[in-house]
């Protein structure tokens, strides 16, 4: 149980574009989920916080317009990230934070791979 | 402030030997929640354990061991029996009762040679 199904895992594209990831909690309902996101052997940086039917709350640094967070039902959460630059290629992680029965723990995907060229 | 600092930012051991990931942390809250995660190079990071500021008791899991210790403000991690399959990058966390938020150490990579 307890699992996070995160897509895609792996994306390239232009600068300029657009590009969404979905993150599924696919044996549980999570109100609550978290996007990370990872440099290359560096530690995860929270982005921001998602609450299902409310606005996401963002770390201080983070442009909320260009990582759009939606949190519509209790399975699912997407990140779209907006005219994307190259700058902002980068390993993207979700996590759902289970509920009681499995003790407020985060459950991770297994991450999407950016590259914009 | 919260901080969770792992020293070790890489150790490479030959198989079948036993290591020792540290992590020290530091909070000033009395209520706490304190998890190790692993991630392979799949980038998936997996659950392995969380233990609250309540219970210093020390966990067993196969060959993996847990050492709580308040004192010290340290949760240190043994593999017994290291395996090639246990190479990764180790991740200690700390979260504060109620927020779910985690901190993150920055990791400690692991090579386990065959």
């Known amino acids: 149980g307890a699992v996070v199904s995160q897509h895609p895992s792996r994306v390239i594209c232009k600068s300029g574009t657009s590009v969404k990831i979905e993150c599924r909690s696919l044996d549980f309902q999570a109100t609550t989920m978290f996007w990370y996101r990872q440099f290359p052997k560096q530690s995860l940086m929270l982005m921001a916080t998602s609450n299902e039917g409310s606005k996401a709350t963002y770390e201080q640094g983070v442009e909320k317009d260009k990582f759009l967070i939606n949190h519509a039902s209790l399975t699912l959460s997407t990140l779209t990230v907006t005219s994307a630059h190259p700058e902002d290629s980068s390993f993207y992680i979700c996590?759902?934070?289970?509920?009681?029965?499995?003790?407020?723990?985060?459950?991770f995907g297994a991450g999407t791979r950016l590259s914009v060229l | 402030a919260q901080k969770v600092t792992q020293a070790q930012t890489e150790i490479s051991v030959v198989e079948k030997e036993d290591v020792t990931l540290d992590c020290v942390y530091e909070t000033r809250d009395t209520t706490y929640y304190l998890f190790w995660y692993k991630q392979p190079p799949s980038g998936e990071l997996v659950f392995l354990i969380r233990?609250?500021?309540?219970?210093?008791q020390n966990e067993i899991s196969g060959r993996y061991s847990w050492n709580f210790q308040k004192s010290t403000s340290s949760f240190n991690f043994t593999i017994t029996a290291s395996q090639v399959v246990d190479s990764a990058v180790y991740f200690c966390?700390?979260?504060?009762?109620?927020?779910?938020?985690?901190?993150f150490g920055t990791g400690t990579r692991l090579k386990v040679l065959a």
């Open positions: 966390a700390l979260s504060q009762w109620g927020t779910y938020k985690y901190i």
């Open positions: 233990r609250n500021s309540f219970d210093e």
């Open positions: 996590s759902a934070l289970g509920g009681e029965e499995i003790e407020n723990i985060q459950y």
